[in-house]
């Protein structure tokens, strides 16, 4: 599996390198990825749907215990199928969908590169790489949804869905970090096979992402707007595959999840409700048939998430046979939207008329995969659906009643989609061209599977059954065509047929879904919330530059001083509490300090420059005086060199500067700066002065300065022998000072003399 | 080692963060130079060892030789960079007219205030 993943990696390589003469190979060059994926699962088929799971182990940096660990049981085999096949239809499509042009190769590279990845979070047994391998399909969701970059809805709605899938995605990283901490293992086999206690927040934050990846209410209103990305990429990415990842996770990891959680069910079971019945009433309202379908992906989701989210072996059996059987109907009938908007130039409802006399196989695949998604007895959408509501039935008769009523909107939007694609138009209606080609059959490829299955459910049997087994330990359904006389059989047909009959009274519908939206529409909608959210940050953002980039050095030297202090001293002062306040030392340093802070203070208070300089001089020779009291006459006697160095230096630059100073304001915040900075200062001392925790290793230096250095003073020893090279670079400081000084002031003084 | 060095050390710091807050480059060397002598003081009163000064030879506990090196140096490039922000305040003041240090333009346009 590894090969076939690096395999997409490759091939999406390829085509970016060669885009500028691959042109129309782009699309027959992309399919190789899922082509091979498609070889690979039917090669390793019989052995995993047997009870093996293939394991690929990668070491990646060992001392780090990182290594790629691919698990393919049924679970992932079955979307590692999903992927393939669904992908491979995708890109014959596209090579007919798209007219050569120079943006199409980038388009075929991030489909491959998506499908790698998708690949990745579906085979990925080390949390990490799953994690990795989700924000690649983000990252290249982001390309495909904004592919027409010319166009600001585009860009905006690429940019929506990347920033609520990323933080989501960033939310769950955090969930894996305290999962793996909790658990003491990176590998998700190993946590659900011992799920790890008190680790609420961690499932909490998982479940977030997956929430957020496959679009489930209130965060899934980037869904629709991903409309905006070309067909194929909808057809494939926002609705086959990635927004399943997130029902893919929470399959996996719900066992777990209700074991040691006793609110993750009724939570999933809330958001998957929500997120169905939204979902399902907003398709009702649309007139654009991409549109419609995205909000009926919504709802599906919502009904995926709440039974693959159970942890419940009979729900979870239904969930794995929907996941299959939605992949099938639903990038059908994407692919056949895009059939027909090609033919006929729009998507609108209102103006398109004529074209299943014109389309007949277009006709007769929407049809098809139509009945599949709106659950019509002989398709596979029914036999799944059914294989749903019988473990639903076991569930109560509440939970039933909720997921019938959602199935009631299902199949009055899908009747809606069908009378709007082909029935009359109320507005004025578009000409249709003819199409041909993998244009039209591939959708009806994808569509007959569908009708294949549902009459002979017994091909994917297997399949279905080893990934059920592989989440849930369990097979606990059945796939049949024909259930028999059983609860499950009437609430499927009976929301069925109320379904039909509001499909038979579509202005009373519309006249029904018009007059709640006018109440509805008052409240927030997720699109206006995320552009609220995403101006208030940016504003923020703008406040807080405004804020500190006020151009002023003070501002900035305050900040500076300010943070330190602050991030200094929540450690500092919880070391405060066992310090002892020192002696005053010898007798002489009493006069010292009193000359030293006379000086310093006078630096405050004077105007004058010169005044100034003499007091600094003050400064520095009363602390040589104290370094000489407390034994270090190095210090003292340099400390009284340089000073003298300096005072010449300073009276030699300031008898070009003006006598006096400008008076300066005093100002509150200058003063409380300083006040922190020197009380911090004065607690790190303090605190300093307690924290020795191993002897100095001058020890060493002082045992060692007369027999290895041959010298008395153990800190000229220090510097130029057992330190030399630290003295080598402080001498470079020196001279590189030396040569700035240079650089700086003697081309002025030269033209002021001359 | 003594609280009166840990007092000045704290005091020095102060006055030189408020010498530095301020607009004139001059004052602004002073209040670096009072930092410094401040910083000094303080990894010298860290050390936390008292004794004869550090030279082979005597029966006495000897100081900690170490932070005195370090202090030396840090002297020295205290030293250093003095005399290229003088050179600095110098320039400026040449070229300008003042030593006072302008609001950066480019920084304010970038914040919005401009």
Do not use: C
């Amino acid at each position: 599996m590894l090969s076939i993943i690096l395999l997409h990696g490759l091939l999406a390589l390829g085509i970016l390198s060669a885009r500028r003469f691959i042109g129309r190979y782009a699309f027959p060059v992309a399919v190789i990825g899922p082509l091979a994926t498609i070889g690979w699962a039917i090669w390793r088929a019989p052995g995993i749907v047997d009870g093996t799971p293939r394991v690929e182990r990668l070491e990646w940096v060992p001392g780090l215990d990182l290594s790629v660990e691919l698990l393919v049981d049924g679970y992932a085999l079955l979307f590692v199928a999903l992927v393939g096949v669904v992908g491979a239809a995708i890109f014959f499509y596209s090579a007919a969908y798209f007219r050569p042009g120079p943006r199409v190769p980038l388009f075929a590279a991030s489909m491959v590169a998506f499908a790698g990845a998708m690949l990745g979070i579906v085979t990925s047994d080390h949390l990490l790489s799953v994690f990795i391998f989700w924000e690649l399909t983000t990252i290249t969701s982001y390309l495909l949804v904004g592919y027409d970059d010319r166009s600001a809805k585009a860009r905006s709605a690429a940019l929506h869905a990347a920033m609520v899938t990323g933080a989501g995605g960033l939310a769950m990283l955090g969930g894996f970090v305290l999962l793996a901490d909790a658990g003491n293992s990176w590998l998700i086999s190993d946590l659900v096979a011992n799920p790890p206690g008190g680790a609420g927040l961690a499932w909490l934050l998982v479940l977030i992402g997956a929430a957020s990846k496959s679009a489930q209410a209130p965060l899934h209103g980037w869904l629709p707007g991903a409309m905006a990305a070309p067909t194929p990429a909808s057809a494939f990415l926002h609705s086959a595959t990635m927004v399943k990842a997130g029902v893919f996770l929470v399959g996996r990891l719900s066992p777990a999840a209700t074991a040691e959680t006793d609110w993750w069910w009724p939570v999933v079971l809330t958001i998957g409700v929500a997120t169905m019945l939204v979902g399902g009433w907003q398709a009702l309202r649309q007139t654009d048939l991409k549109l419609l379908l995205a909000y009926g992906t919504v709802s599906q989701l919502g009904f995926l998430f709440l039974l693959a989210g159970s942890g419940i072996p009979a729900l979870a059996y239904g969930a794995v046979a929907l996941v299959l059987a939605h992949g099938l109907f639903k990038s059908a009938l994407f692919l056949a939207v895009g059939a027909i908007d090609s033919a006929t130039g729009t998507r609108d409802i209102r103006r398109l008329e004529g074209v299943g006399r014109s389309l007949p196989w277009v006709f007769a695949t929407t049809v098809t995969a139509a009945a599949s998604m709106a659950a019509v007895p002989a398709t596979f959408g029914f036999v799944a659906k059914e294989a749903a509501f019988d473990g639903l039935v076991g569930e109560g008769t509440g939970l039933v009643a909720i997921v019938a009523l959602a199935s009631v909107l299902t199949v009055a939007y899908t009747g809606r989609f069908l009378l709007g694609a082909f029935g009359p138009a109320t507005d004025e209606p578009t000409g249709v061209d003819q199409i041909g080609g993998w244009k039209v059959w591939v959708p009806f490829g994808l569509a007959g599977a569908g009708l294949v299955l549902g009459l002979v459910p017994g091909l994917v049997k297997p399949l279905v059954e080893s990934a059920a087994v592989a989440i849930s330990g369990d097979a606990a359904g059945k796939l049949v065509v024909w259930p028999g006389l059983v609860p499950a059989l009437g609430w499927s047909l009976g929301s069925l047929a109320v379904g039909l009959s509001l499909v038979a009274v579509p202005r009373a519908v519309d006249a029904v879904t018009a007059a709640v939206a006018t109440v509805t529409d008052r409240g927030p909608s997720t699109e206006g919330a995320f552009r609220a959210g995403l101006t208030g940050l940016l504003g923020g953002a703008d406040r807080l530059t405004a804020t500190f980039q006020s151009g002023s050095l003070p501002t900035y030297l305050a900040t500076i001083a300010l943070a330190v202090v602050a991030a200094g001293s929540i450690p500092l002062l919880g070391e405060l509490g066992g310090v002892e306040l020192p002696s005053l030392g010898p007798a002489i340093e009493i006069p010292l300090a009193l000359v030293v802070s006379i000086s310093a203070i006078g630096l405050l208070l004077t105007r004058r420059r010169f005044a100034a300089v003499i007091l600094l001089g003050g400064v520095g020779y009363g602390i040589a005086g104290i370094y000489a009291a407390n034994g270090g006459p190095d210090l003292s006697l340099t400390q009284i060199l340089v000073e003298t160095l300096a005072i010449a230096l300073f009276a030699l630059v300031l008898r070009n500067l003006p006598a006096d100073f400008d008076r300066a304001r005093a100002s509150i915040g200058r003063i409380l700066t300083s006040v922190a900075v020197a009380g911090f200062v004065f607690v790190a001392g303090l605190v300093a002065v307690d924290s020795r925790t191993a002897p100095s290793v001058a020890e060493y230096y002082v045992e060692e300065s007369l027999p290895s250095a041959a010298g008395k003073n153990v800190v000229n020893v220090i510097l130029v022998d057992f330190r030399a090279m630290d003295t080598l670079g402080e001498i470079t400081v020196l001279a590189v000072a030396t040569l700035g000084v240079a650089a700086l002031v003697l081309p002025l003084l030269r033209r002021k003399q001359s | 080692m003594s609280i009166t060095i840990l007092a000045l050390a704290s005091g020095l710091a102060g006055l030189g963060t408020y010498l530095i807050l301020q607009r004139l480059l001059t004052r602004i060397i002073i209040g670096l130079g009072l930092i410094s002598h401040g910083a000094n003081l303080l990894i010298f009163y860290a050390s936390a060892s008292t004794g004869e000064s550090p030279l082979i030879g005597g029966d006495d506990a000897l100081a900690d030789p170490l932070p005195q090196a370090l202090v030396l140096t840090a002297i020295v490039i205290t030293f250093a960079v003095t005399a290229l922000l003088l050179a600095l305040a110098l320039r400026s003041y040449l070229l300008t007219g003042t030593d006072a240090v302008e609001d950066d333009r480019e920084d304010r346009r970038i914040g919005g205030a401009e």
